[in-house]
């Protein structure tokens, strides 16, 4: 597809557990962006990739969270031993360079829930 | 310490008329403003955008405005249709040494009526 595109768009599963979510950004973007959104709350800022490298990760809220990006294209988000505040809809979100007012193209999210 | 401000969680308008939302934000590095609409479980999409150095751009129903010595900028939607209805996030973005940092406010839920 042409847009940026998340996986999976839902996810379950208990306290405690590793959860991993992919992001495919759309072709040719340079700059990629994680933010989350928790129920009534507005976006978060989490990591911020340009190219590979990760210039931003001021938003990472702990040590359980990590993030990779590798050829300049899929991402992935790690968060390690969850908790039930973890629980939000996580998006992704690419543009083309970083600057100039670029607009932000965004995934319609991963809804992860921690029981 | 919230950088971009909508003070207004929700708004309601008849179809016809016009919706204006609101936004103040505090950093005055930020050039340029963005505004997102993002309906349920979508994830959200742009819609207009203006520069710094404008004070309005205007595409089709929509028309942002900006007042950089009040920071301030809104959105007017004229005439507002049903289709309207979905929570509308303004966002700016500053320069910093990596790139453009956004920053986002946190919606206004826009509700047309028929």
């Known amino acids: 597809g042409a847009g940026v595109s998340q996986s999976p768009s839902n996810k379950v599963t208990e306290k405690g557990k590793d959860v991993e979510l992919r992001c495919d950004p759309i072709s040719g973007h340079t700059a990629l962006y994680w933010y989350r959104q928790s129920l009534g709350q507005g976006l978060e800022f989490l990591i911020y990739?340009?190219?590979?490298?990760?210039?931003?990760k001021s938003g990472l809220p702990s040590d359980r969270f990590s993030a990779e990006r590798t050829g300049g294209s899929v991402s992935t988000l790690t968060i390690q031993r969850t908790q039930q505040e973890d629980s939000a809809v996580y998006l992704c979100?690419?543009?083309?360079?970083?600057?100039?007012?670029?607009?932000?193209?965004f995934g319609d999210g991963t809804r992860l829930s921690i029981l | 310490d919230q950088q971009v401000k909508q003070n207004s969680p929700s708004l309601s308008v008849q179809e016809g008329r016009i919706s204006i939302l609101n936004c103040d934000y505090t950093?005055?590095?930020?050039?340029?403003f963005l505004w997102y609409k993002k309906y349920p479980a979508e994830g959200p999409t742009f819609l207009i955008s203006i520069s710094s150095i404008k004070d309005k751009n205007e595409d089709g129903r929509f028309t942002v405005f900006l007042n950089k010595s009040a920071k301030h900028l809104s959105l007017h939607i004229v005439p507002s249709q049903p289709g309207d209805s979905a929570v509308y996030f303004c966002a700016a973005s500053a320069p910093d040494n990596y790139g453009q940092n956004f920053v986002f406010g946190p919606g206004t839920r826009l509700s047309v009526l028929p």
């Open positions: 990739f340009q190219g590979n490298s990760a210039p931003d």
């Open positions: 950093n005055s590095m930020f050039d340029y």
């Open positions: 979100a690419s543009s083309l360079v970083p600057g100039l007012g670029q607009p932000q193209h």
